[in-house]
């Protein structure tokens, strides 16, 4: 197993299995982060704080910041296709909030906290370009440890794998031993710039891709994830001179649902509003639930393509439809007594690892019993208070329903 505090190259495939395992929980704690913050964001002149030229910049924020995540999901969902093409399988568990500084290299804690001038600089911090120096960025030293990393961003773990890819791919003729069949491309899977991996040509292409969105390479252009987050910054940062202007939903941070065990961290902030609890609860079997389709379609072969595009439709169709209406909703539920004046937020809470069997019909099966289950507990809940956007909810997990019986 390769070691994270020493070990700076790539020897054999069990690194590059490990890495790019790693690179998998890195991309999925960035977009639940990414997403807590945008949800922080307030969307309406009713929430006050803001007049309407600064709604329209904070609404222009908010969809900045949820573009970001939904690429940190293809980022995650190219690391698969990385991952299935040297025999791996996809992977999506990562600890729960917050993680400690320490977790990662990076030395940046990944947790869930509302839009701030400090969340930006440390979202800046993770898709730090690999050639900028690190006196250009606001680090906060008393994090750091004195030993040397195998890597310091999200881009610099890209580029060792990259690099070990090449290099294992020139030594080990049979690098590239995963089954083609679980490769998805554009046309299974709505997300424009995913590519099959198949060999060294096409492997170093996809994580060419990556880094370009996230750091956005030597060449620093507008659209990479590093500037979008500067220039935010910059405008928040003249914004929030002006009197008056407070566009941040007052939540809490770190959320957490139900007790854990080892797997929840002691320092998240649990929800104990008894219906703002039950709606994170089912924000998170939705989310947990999204996962599993999406990693059912990248690591089974029983599934053939027509079935892998309507499944892969109904999974993503899940965050705009109802995981982020649900997240909206949340940050306006109260969080608890304990916290006067807060609300609440979503948890992205991971529980156990529980993978579809390989049976499509099987699967298929179980996907429907379970978003039957998370259906009625959204109409229940809608029907228990006058909440109007949990009752479009309700109806978006019954058009949702029809996508998984719908004929391409």
Known sequence: ???????????????????????????????????????????????????????HLVRKWAAQIYLVASQEMFHLSQAWNLLSAIGGSPYYLRPNFPQNNKYYPISVSLALQPFSETSLKRFMMYELPQDMAEDNVVYLQKS????????????????????????????????????????????????????????????????RRIMEQGEGLSNLHENCHYAIFGDMLNEFQLEKQKLGFEPVRNCIQNPSVYPRGDQQSEE?????????????????????????????????????????????????????????PLGDILMQLPAGIEYPGKTAGPAFTMSRHVVLPDSFDVAMVLISECFNGLDKRCESLSEDVSNFALSAVSQNFKRLNSYLYENN
Request: aromatic share 10%; proline share 2%.
């Open 268 to 324: 998240s902030l649990p929800i104990t509003d008894s219906f703002s609890l039950e709606v994170a609860d089912l924000f998170d079997d939705t989310y947990n639930l999204m996962l599993r389709c999406l990693q059912f379609i990248f690591g089974s072969v029983s599934i053939d393509v027509v079935d892998k595009k309507r499944l892969a439709k109904f999974s993503i169709g899940m965050m705009p439809m109802i995981i982020k």
């Open 144 to 207: 750091f440890e004195s030993i040397p990393f195998d890597y310091k961003t999200v881009g610099g773990l890209y580029k060792m794998i990259a690099d070990g890819i090449d290099m294992l791919s020139k030594k080990e003729s049979a690098l590239f031993i995963g089954d083609e069949k679980l490769q998805l491309g554009q046309e299974e899977i709505d997300f424009p710039e995913i590519i099959k991996v198949t060999n060294n040509e096409t492997a170093q292409e996809a994580i």
């Open 1 to 55: 197993m390769i070691n994270q505090k020493y070990k700076t190259v790539v020897e054999d495939r069990s690194d590059l299995l490990t890495l790019l395992t790693e690179a998998c929980e890195l991309e999925h704690g960035l977009a639940c982060s990414y997403l807590y913050s945008a949800f922080s964001l307030k969307q309406e002149l009713s929430e006050g704080g803001m007049d309407w030229q600064q709604l």
